[in-house]
């Protein structure tokens, strides 16, 4: 068994070739239905750990098809750079705290 930190890398090539998968082929348009038709349902009685088993194959479920839809999703696009992330510690503009290290000279 994979070790999570032992995952292949998944880039955008790979996002583009699910989503097209997903929703392009004839399994991929039926794959997530089927997923979602084979969840089981909750138990409205029983005993407690009965409804506390079935509630974490329930759980476990579907967050296997929020990871499905989650990869096939566009990743998020990643924020500018700031030109210079360490401005001067004297530079009253560049840190908007509302204090003054600089105070002009009359």
Known sequence: MLERH?????DSEDTASLRTFLEETRAGTRLLPALAFSIPGLLGAGDTNSILIR????????????????????????????????????????????????????
């Open 55 to 106: 509630n974490g194959e329930v759980r476990g479920a579907q967050s296997m098809v929020e990871a499905l839809l989650t990869l096939a999703s566009q990743p998020a696009s990643t924020p500018k750079a700031d030109p210079n992330p360490y401005p001067s510690l004297t530079d009253d503009e560049a840190w908007a705290d509302g204090q003054k290290i600089e105070t002009t000279k009359p």
């Open 6 to 10: 032992d995952s292949p890398v998944w």
